[in-house]
């Protein structure tokens, strides 16, 4: 799985969003400057966020952007869905309307288990628990796991 700059630009701003008071609107350029993203992206990033009811916003001079949900209730997988669409598709299809000839018939099974697998990491990890530090134990096992911190 390739993380674009959009899904590690929008989990960095919702997770920065969620550092804050709740209560208090954040400006996008106070976003950007303390997580090094380049405004304009941002602010195309924050659209998407508030379209799929992620964050909201307020106008105005004390406005800005707030988190719509509780963080303990949005998932990483929440967000790159918001911004990027599905965890895992083949070409643009789902895995499971996807068939292959002969010898590849199960690579089918590969990417489903594939799907599975982002889903266990990224569906059960929270925002809230990005901001706290207090990952799941399925994620820190894996962490755990003999060369985890090396690219193959």
């Keep these: 799985m390739r993380i674009t700059a959009k899904v590690?630009?929008?989990?960095?701003a919702m997770v920065a969003l969620a550092s804050r008071r709740s209560d208090v609107p954040t400006a996008a350029d106070a976003i950007a400057t303390d997580q090094e993203i380049p405004l304009a992206f941002l602010i195309k990033i924050l659209a998407d966020l508030r379209t799929a009811g992620l964050v909201s916003s307020r106008r105005g001079a004390a406005g800005g952007h707030l988190l719509a949900r509780d963080p303990a209730s949005v998932s990483i997988a929440d967000v790159i869905r918001a911004v990027e669409g599905p965890l895992a598709d083949v070409r643009g299809t789902p895995p499971e309307d996807i068939s292959y000839p002969g010898a590849s018939a199960p690579l089918r099974d590969v990417w489903l288990a594939?799907?599975?697998?982002?889903?266990?990491?990224?569906?059960?990890t929270t925002i809230a628990d990005v901001v706290t530090g207090a990952l799941?134990?399925?994620?820190?096992?894996?962490?755990?796991r003999p060369g985890a911190d090396r690219r193959r």
């Design 8 to 12: 590690d630009y929008a989990v960095r």
């Design 114 to 124: 594939t799907r599975v697998a982002l889903r266990e990491v990224l569906e059960e």
């Design 136 to 144: 799941p134990a399925h994620v820190t096992s894996a962490l755990a």
